[in-house]
């Protein structure tokens, strides 16, 4: 590899990933890590290289990972869906293994903004599809009131920040926050909350996806700063007149039962609940939620 990487702020974390990549103890996570494209976007990014996951050939699906999360997070329903559908798999801005400068701000507006250059840069046109897990699901909600035309059919896997209102975290509190997420055990218990059954299905494997992301330049202070703009929050009021449906796992308890009840009201949002399901559906249940996804678009 090049040594000016090294001096080369914008691609550090590319080095990074680079370093960490074989260390990757889950074989489908390493597997969606060898698709892994570093896209260069223009000036308004410093000529930064972002990195998308890019695989199978067919109708394109978008793929919006969760909040402090990265393209891992999918590696489960990858290789099936990879045989059916060209698959899309951006880092969102600030997260995952995206570049970050210390002068930057982090927040939702710039988020969608970077998607779309990304959209943009890869020559996505209409009818395409789109997957939004967690927080991913609200910024699927604002991609589309941006780009109505070019989206056909959304899918929200535990969509969180479609309620409420975004609360701004002041600094020094935001980047204290930060720093908390940053600690092993903290880490290690939001990994097992994600899970329906965490005993059974939580190991190293486990815990060193939900991690392996924090070893990149800018992690804390990218995560403070979204904490700060409030993050993703209210979504639901922009819903375009787009085909949607949700799925949630009935032992989710990220979202919570109050929050499931209230997605489970708004018919177009299309619910339906997974058992012995937590968080993550597309990491608790990928066969189902494959097919599910499978199903949905192919219809």
């Excluded at 600030?94 to 903004?113: E, L």
Aim: glycine content about 8%; some cysteine; proline content about 5%.
């Amino acid at each position: 590899m090049n040594n000016n990487i090294y001096n080369d702020p914008n691609k550090l974390n590319i080095d990074y990933f680079e370093k960490v990549k074989n260390s990757i103890q889950d074989p489908l996570g390493l597997n969606i890590s060898n698709d892994v494209n570093w896209i260069k976007l223009n000036e308004k990014w410093n000529s930064s290289e972002f990195p998308v996951v890019m695989g199978g050939t067919g109708q394109p699906i978008l793929f919006l990972h969760g909040f402090d999360s990265s393209f891992l997070e999918f590696r489960r329903i990858y290789p099936f869906l990879k045989k059916k559908f060209q698959l899309i798999i951006p880092d969102l801005l600030g997260f995952g293994f995206t570049p970050r400068n210390a002068s930057n701000q982090y927040n939702p507006r710039k988020i969608i903004s970077n998607l779309l250059d990304i959209i943009n840069t890869l020559k996505l046109k209409n009818k395409l599809m789109v997957v939004g897990a967690s927080m991913g699901g609200s910024v699927a909600i604002n991609l589309a009131k941006e780009i109505p035309e070019l989206i056909d059919k959304i899918i929200l896997l535990s969509p969180a920040g479609l309620f409420g209102e975004s609360k701004n975290i002041p600094f020094p509190l935001n980047q204290i926050g930060a720093s908390f997420l940053g600690l092993s055990q903290v880490r290690k218990g939001l990994c097992r909350q994600a899970f329906a059954y965490p005993d059974k299905s939580v190991g190293s494997m486990e815990e060193q996806i939900a991690s392996i992301h924090l070893g990149c330049s800018g992690w804390r202070n990218s995560l403070a700063s979204f904490a700060k703009s409030g993050g993703f929050a209210g979504t639901y009021k922009y819903m375009q007149n787009i085909s949607i449906k949700t799925i949630c796992g009935e032992n989710d308890r990220i979202l919570g039962k109050k929050e499931i009840n209230k997605i489970k009201q708004i018919d177009q949002l299309n619910f339906i609940g997974l058992k012995n399901c937590g968080h993550l559906p597309h990491v608790d249940l990928p066969s189902l939620s494959s097919k599910i996804i499978y199903d949905y678009f192919c219809t």
